[in-house]
């Protein structure tokens, strides 16, 4: 409710079907999983980890991890990390950024297609709502 959230509300994904993980964040006991969601552009959508399953749990080998003092934990490649604006700028449609963004995500699903190495994997959610 605290971000306008309702029973109500409809997300832009298909039932059962599988969405590569690009980024998550967890705070306050809520968790986001950023992906490419059914209206897919040019950046992943944060969308309530609730709503999903994991159906592989393997990580990506791009994934960094930080955790803020405010207990912000995440979970993203480097330059999302590293640049406290990435997502913001990324959104905005900054080229520097949309160029990063393509990149990773070709690496992320390439891996998350392979299943013969478990070092080259990512974790996926399968929606059920």
Request: proline fraction near 5%; aromatic fraction near 14%; charge should be negative.
């Amino acid at each position: 409710p605290v971000r306008g959230y309702t029973k109500e509300l409809e997300f832009d994904l298909t039932l059962e079907r599988e969405y590569v993980v690009y980024a998550i964040n967890s705070t306050r006991g809520q968790t986001w999983y950023y992906l490419c969601d059914d209206r897919y552009t040019y950046y992943p959508i944060p969308n309530p980890a609730p709503l999903f399953e994991i159906v592989d749990n393997r990580l990506s080998q791009y994934w960094r991890v930080k955790l803020e003092e405010n207990g912000l934990l995440e979970i993203a490649f480097a330059e999302w990390l590293t640049d406290s604006y990435f997502y913001d700028k990324l959104t905005d449609q900054e080229e520097k950024e949309v160029l990063i963004f393509e990149r990773v995500k070709e690496l992320i699903d390439a891996e998350a297609t392979s299943v013969t190495s478990p070092q080259l994997a990512v974790a996926e959610v399968l929606a059920k709502v």
